[in-house]
Nanobody, 119 residues
Framework: QVRLVESGGGLVHPGGSLRLSCAAS????????MGWYRQAPGKQRDLVAV???????NYADSVKGRFTISRDNAKNTVYLQMNSLKPEDTAVYYC?????????????WGQGTQVTVSS
């Protein structure tokens, strides 16, 4: 079992920056990938960025060049650095971890953290 705890959301002006953190605990070695998703009111939850255990990274087109996902293996923590924030980035951001504890795969979620971009 994997537990995820997010932090770092808040209110920021357009053009500003925030850094989200996601600390993982539990069966850390079973994680294959960790990522960030977001969900705006009335919309589906969409992928923002993902980093695999092998270091591969993918971003949603809407955040490329503005957001950076990274990880600190010693702290079992994944970060999302968000720069040049826009009002359309406003959403609840969720941390996600996927992996396998044989023979069962898992898909763990954090509680979510609100990011609001507004003047």
């Amino acid at each position: 079992q994997v537990r995820l705890v997010e932090s770092g959301g808040g209110l920021v002006h357009p053009g500003g920056s925030l850094r989200l953190s996601c600390a993982a605990s539990g069966s850390i070695s079973s994680i294959n990938a960790m990522g960030w998703y977001r969900q705006a009111p009335g919309k589906q939850r969409d992928l923002v960025a993902v980093i695999t255990s092998g270091g591969s990274i993918n971003y949603a087109d809407s955040v490329k060049g503005r957001f950076t996902i990274s990880r600190d293996n010693a702290k079992n923590t994944v970060y999302l650095q968000m720069n040049s924030l826009k009002p359309e980035d406003t959403a609840v951001y969720y941390c996600n971890a996927r992996g396998v504890v044989p023979p069962i795969g898992f898909d763990a979620w954090g509680q979510g953290t609100q990011v609001t971009v507004s003047s």
